[in-house]
């Protein structure tokens, strides 16, 4: 929904529920719902699953977190995975920080808001951002991220207890929902074709280097070397 | 299983390991990026190229999830993975405005594959 300049703060965070909760926040919600279950397959208590999605806030960390636990990696091959894993947000945080800064606002202001940045925040405030008045931006964001982060929360309580009553299919089809879910959200906030080219070189490069690289690096430098060519390639594009 | 650390094992260790092991490894990026951004103009190549890397970098993490998936997924054929992707992908490219009808497209074809294979 569009926000008009003259909203009050409140209207402004609501304006970010309701764009939440239009299907970001139960796309979001339901893909963390695998979270609980893998967490409950390693014997951990439920509030270790539901504090994870709300302190990691990064469905990948939290899958590899517990499913090396399953697995028995050691605890230190754990961290290095998912600071390589979550590299990423280091790029997209300075990326949309700047939409988000205001003039006074305090560092713990900024900490805050950056921690939320993971895919859904960020595909979406990329997207809708741009288009709020500068000064209502924080009131936006922070209604919108949180709303997913609760409907999240309560995904991975109820998964903990249900995921493993369903089916099989069903159960693959919640866990399916993260890698499509961010497909589709990747996919919306292309802006030139320069984003096509680091998308369609982030999916084939990945693979690839994961049977020639492996060890936790395969994504960064997949990751690096997309992203660097496809950003050449829309200067030269642009330049021409 | 990891086991816990031994000299910090007790009721707390699971919330421990989570702080240690996955909140701080996935949180610093963030911090950092705070730290760097004041410095930063939103404009500069920097930044279009920083975004350029999110983006293949995320879509590497969508093909590791696919290829290499995590529980209850694995048990579904890779071929009918990819097919569900594709088929999100193929909406997406149709009409870039209706990732809810891609999501459940993409959704529909994994469940419907799944039930009709297994």
């Known amino acids: ?240 | 299983m990891t086991q816990p650390i031994a000299w910090l094992d007790g009721p707390l260790w699971p919330y421990l390991a989570l702080l240690l092991f996955a909140v701080l490894p996935t949180e610093i990026w963030r911090w950092l990026a705070v730290a760097f951004s004041r410095r930063i103009d939103p404009e500069s190549a920097v930044v279009e190229w920083v975004r350029s890397v999110a983006t293949a970098l995320l879509a590497g993490v969508v093909a590791k999830l696919i290829i290499a998936p995590p529980g209850a997924l694995a048990a579904l054929p890779l071929g009918l993975r990819v097919g569900a992707l594709a088929v999100t992908l193929a909406i997406m490219i149709f009409d870039r405005r209706k990732v809810l009808w891609a999501v459940l497209a993409g959704e529909v074809v994994l469940v419907g594959g799944g039930w009709l294979l297994i």
């Open chain 1, 1 to 240: 929904m569009t926000v008009s300049a003259d909203w009050n703060w409140k209207r402004v965070a609501l304006a970010g529920m309701r764009d939440a909760l239009s299907l970001p926040a139960w796309v979001v919600g339901l893909g963390l719902v695998g979270i609980g279950s893998l967490a409950r397959d390693v014997g951990y208590p439920v509030d270790v699953a539901v504090l994870s999605t709300i302190l990691v806030w990064a469905g990948p960390s939290q899958v590899i977190f517990f499913g090396s636990i399953a697995a028995g990696a050691a605890w230190s091959a754990i961290a290095i995975a998912i600071g390589f894993a979550s590299l990423r947000f280091l790029p997209m945080t300075v990326a949309i920080l700047p939409l988000l800064k205001r003039p006074g606002q305090g560092l713990g202001m900024q900490l805050l808001l950056a921690h939320y940045v993971a895919v859904t925040a960020w595909t979406e405030g990329l997207r809708r951002l741009p288009a709020i008045a500068p000064h209502q931006r924080t009131a936006y964001f922070l209604g919108f991220a949180n709303t997913c982060m609760a409907v999240s929360a309560l995904g991975t309580y109820a998964g903990y207890y249900l995921i493993s009553a369903l089916p099989v299919p069903l159960a693959a089809g919640l866990l399916c929902l993260t890698p499509i879910f961010f497909l589709a959200s990747l996919a919306a906030g292309v802006r030139h074709r320069g984003d096509v080219v680091a998308m369609a070189l982030g999916l084939t490069l990945a693979p690839l280097f994961d049977r020639l690289i492996g060890g936790g690096f395969d994504l960064i430098i997949a990751g690096l070397i997309g992203g660097s060519v496809a950003f050449a390639w829309q200067r030269r594009r642009r330049a021409a």
